[in-house]
């Protein structure tokens, strides 16, 4: 299925009415101010958010940036739409020509952009190899948007929160479908249904939601299943079946921003008016009313758990961040003081200097291994700890920002200078902090 099939600009024995008719009657409801009005609690101010429509949802966007290539850190739509554009530079200059090294940091920083580094940035190392190559060709796939592609059905594919928005900048009049965009959408999907008197949401507007990440302290998690009573949507499964619901969505809301006929959305004239639509599904999806269903519902119990990858093989397994810890899928704890300790014996003994691996259980409590990562996180739990343990963590610490790696060296890995004080003893609990509220905002 293209496009216009499913749209309906094309007549096939695949296309439904229903797809169309929604989109009219979108594009006739982009300025409706009490339709879509809505409101919720921020969970990290505790302020009230609210707004009157779309549009004045838009003019509401806030997100917190530290900032792009010329950019200086912001929050509102205009300044988030500088350092996309500024991204969206850098990753089109990494892919033409192929520049895997200019790539992975171009993808890294869309990821630090998103609060999404988490999972992704070790994914990108893991992958650098080949990985332009894999962007470049991954974006003419969707900017073809053929749904039966070989790429976009591949069990392989990588596409997830974090990589909507590196392709978002990639391909035209693609959206970033994220938890909150999808929760949005199926809200409005709702509302359509009902106004219309149908008996539940049709399956071609059956956009997936997906729940959002709550840290330790979440008293009232958030709800992103836009689902009610008669009205049902299923849960979005990263890979293939994200990238597909991207593109559905990108095509309705770009349509209906063109048969608006002028009298669509704009808010702000230096950002597109697809990107502003997209705001405003951002911020309205934060928190959706529940309509009775209960929490447990909302949030499974495995969608608090981050998926990343081991320093030494890429072997997956899945991590959560408390605020005493870093705890693996499993019952592995790495305590907060033990991180501090390894870190600290690693910048005594190696500065910024790179330092290797080296976690090799037997060298390492032998005494006959080089100093690195898996030698001083023997020595911070007072060698009782098990040095290969110290590859998942590696990889934890780089995915949050406390350590940096090139891939391809032996001496690969070092202490991220700039996440920490030029002066004074290293400590991590500033970047536990930052990723506990992110999961407020996400």
Same mark, same amino acid.
């Given at each position: 299925?293209?496009?216009?099939?499913?749209?309906?600009t094309?007549?096939s024995?695949?296309?439904?009415?229903v797809?169309?008719?929604? #989109?009219d009657?979108?594009?006739k409801?982009?300025?409706n101010?009490?339709?879509?009005?809505?409101?919720?609690?921020d *969970?990290r101010?505790?302020?009230?958010?609210k707004?009157?429509g779309?549009q004045?949802?838009c003019?509401?966007y806030?997100?917190?940036h530290?900032?792009?290539p010329?950019?200086?850190?912001?929050?509102?739509?205009?300044?988030?739409?500088e350092a996309?554009?500024?991204?969206?530079?850098a990753?089109?200059?990494?892919?033409?020509?192929?520049?895997?090294q200019a790539a992975?940091?171009?993808?890294?920083?869309?990821m630090?952009?998103?609060?999404?580094?988490?999972?992704?940035?070790?994914?990108? %190392?893991?992958?650098?190899?080949?990985l332009?190559?894999t962007?470049?060709?991954?974006?003419?796939?969707?900017t073809?948007?053929?749904l039966?592609?070989?790429?976009?059905?591949?069990?392989?594919?990588?596409?997830?929160?974090?990589?909507?928005?590196?392709y978002?900048?990639?391909?035209?009049?693609f959206?970033?479908?994220?938890?909150?965009?999808?929760?949005?959408?199926?809200w409005?999907?709702v509302?359509?249904?009902?106004?219309?008197q149908l008996?539940?949401?049709?399956?071609?507007?059956a956009?997936?939601?997906?729940?959002?990440?709550?840290?330790?302290?979440?008293?009232?998690?958030k709800n992103?299943?836009p689902?009610?009573a008669?009205?049902?949507?299923? *849960?979005?499964?990263?890979?293939?079946h994200?990238?597909?619901?991207?593109?559905?969505? %990108?095509w309705?809301?770009?349509?209906?921003?063109?048969?608006?006929?002028? %009298?669509?959305f704009?808010?702000?004239?230096?950002?597109?008016?697809?990107?502003?639509?997209?705001?405003?599904?951002?911020?309205?999806?934060?928190?959706?009313?529940?309509?009775g269903?209960?929490?447990?519902?909302v949030?499974?119990?495995?969608?608090?758990?981050?998926?990343c990858?081991?320093?030494?093989?890429?072997n997956k397994?899945?991590?959560?961040?408390?605020?005493?810890?870093? *705890?693996?899928?499993?019952?592995?704890?790495y305590?907060?003081?033990v991180?501090?300790?390894?870190?600290?014996?690693?910048?005594?003994v190696?500065?910024?200097t790179?330092?290797?691996?080296?976690?090799?259980a037997?060298?390492?409590?032998?005494?006959?291994?080089?100093?690195?990562?898996?030698t001083?996180?023997?020595?911070?739990?007072?060698?009782?700890?098990?040095?290969p343990d110290a590859?998942?963590?590696?990889? #934890?610490?780089q995915?949050?920002?406390?350590l940096?790696?090139?891939?391809?060296? *032996?001496?690969?890995? %070092?202490?991220?200078?700039?996440?920490?004080?030029r002066?004074?003893?290293?400590?991590v609990?500033?970047?536990i902090?930052?990723e506990?509220?992110?999961?407020?905002?996400l």
């Amino acid at each position: 299925m293209h496009r216009d099939q499913y749209l309906g600009t094309t007549p096939s024995t695949t296309t439904s009415p229903v797809v169309g008719d929604f #989109v009219d009657w979108l594009a006739k409801n982009l300025g409706n101010t009490s339709l879509f009005a809505h409101e919720y609690t921020d *969970r990290r101010s505790g302020n009230r958010w609210k707004c009157q429509g779309l549009q004045d949802a838009c003019a509401r966007y806030q997100w917190r940036h530290k900032g792009a290539p010329g950019v200086a850190p912001g929050a509102d739509l205009a300044s988030n739409g500088e350092a996309l554009d500024a991204l969206g530079a850098a990753l089109r200059s990494s892919l033409d020509p192929a520049n895997d090294q200019a790539a992975f940091s171009a993808a890294a920083d869309v990821m630090t952009w998103g609060g999404v580094q988490a999972g992704n940035i070790r994914w990108l %190392s893991v992958n650098m190899k080949n990985l332009a190559r894999t962007l470049a060709s991954t974006a003419a796939a969707l900017t073809r948007g053929d749904l039966a592609a070989q790429i976009l059905v591949s069990n392989d594919l990588r596409f997830n929160a974090g990589m909507t928005k590196v392709y978002s900048l990639l391909v035209k009049d693609f959206i970033i479908y994220d938890s909150r965009v999808a929760a949005a959408l199926g809200w409005i999907v709702v509302k359509y249904c009902k106004e219309k008197q149908l008996s539940g949401v049709p399956a071609e507007l059956a956009f997936p939601w997906a729940p959002s990440k709550e840290g330790p302290r979440a008293k009232s998690p958030k709800n992103r299943n836009p689902g009610q009573a008669g009205f049902s949507f299923p *849960r979005l499964i990263a890979g293939a079946h994200h990238a597909e619901w991207n593109l559905k969505a %990108s095509w309705i809301l770009a349509a209906a921003l063109e048969r608006a006929a002028g %009298s669509g959305f704009s808010v702000y004239s230096a950002v597109p008016a697809l990107r502003q639509l997209e705001a405003a599904l951002f911020m309205i999806g934060y928190d959706l009313p529940r309509d009775g269903s209960d929490v447990e519902a909302v949030l499974a119990p495995d969608d608090s758990w981050t998926e990343c990858y081991t320093a030494a093989r890429g072997n997956k397994f899945h991590y959560r961040i408390d605020d005493d810890a870093i *705890r693996l899928h499993g019952g592995r704890r790495y305590p907060i003081d033990v991180i501090n300790k390894m870190l600290n014996i690693l910048w005594e003994v190696s500065g910024s200097t790179p330092f290797p691996l080296a976690n090799s259980a037997t060298k390492v409590r032998a005494g006959e291994s080089a100093s690195g990562i898996g030698t001083a996180y023997y020595e911070a739990t007072g060698k009782k700890g098990n040095p290969p343990d110290a590859s998942a963590l590696a990889a #934890v610490l780089q995915d949050i920002g406390a350590l940096r790696c090139t891939p391809g060296r *032996r001496a690969a890995w %070092s202490i991220n200078t700039e996440a920490f004080p030029r002066e004074g003893m290293i400590d991590v609990t500033a970047l536990i902090t930052r990723e506990i509220e992110l999961l407020e905002d996400l």
